[in-house]
């Protein structure tokens, strides 16, 4: 009943950039904590960025003051800016999104995407 599609992906040179998108569609009635992650081949995957509900961010070391974490409520989306693109960055990217399905839920559940590859060639 939720979906969230990824989008923006691709094959990149180090050192350029990449936005990533992450759309979600369905029956919901509102969205929270919104996320990316990133798993490379033979990894654990690892927490790249968050935003708050009210916009608030925070970013793993390895990722601060290149890239940007976003969000478009009226949308439904969620954005990451990718800047100055390293070798390392290579890895599927996944978005995670916290939804509450009907204003009678009692709780909320966590969505994830399907994954679109990011490749940085060195």
């Known amino acids: 009943q939720v979906q969230l599609v990824e989008s923006g992906g691709g094959l990149v040179q180090a050192g350029r950039s990449l936005r990533l998108s992450c759309a979600a569609s369905?029956?919901?009635?509102?969205?929270?904590?919104m996320a990316w992650y990133r798993q490379a081949p033979g990894k654990q995957r690892e927490l790249v960025a968050t935003?708050?509900?009210?916009?608030?961010?925070n970013y793993a070391d390895s990722v601060k003051g290149r890239f940007t974490i976003s969000r478009d409520n009226a949308k439904n989306t969620l954005y990451l800016q990718m800047n100055s693109l390293k070798s390392e960055d290579t890895a599927v990217y996944y978005c995670n999104v916290e939804i509450r399905v009907t204003w009678s839920s009692p709780s909320t559940s966590a969505y994830w995407g399907q994954g679109t590859q990011v490749t940085v060639s060195s």
């Open positions: 369905g029956r919901f009635v509102t969205t929270y904590d």
């Open positions: 935003i708050t509900g009210g916009g608030s961010t």
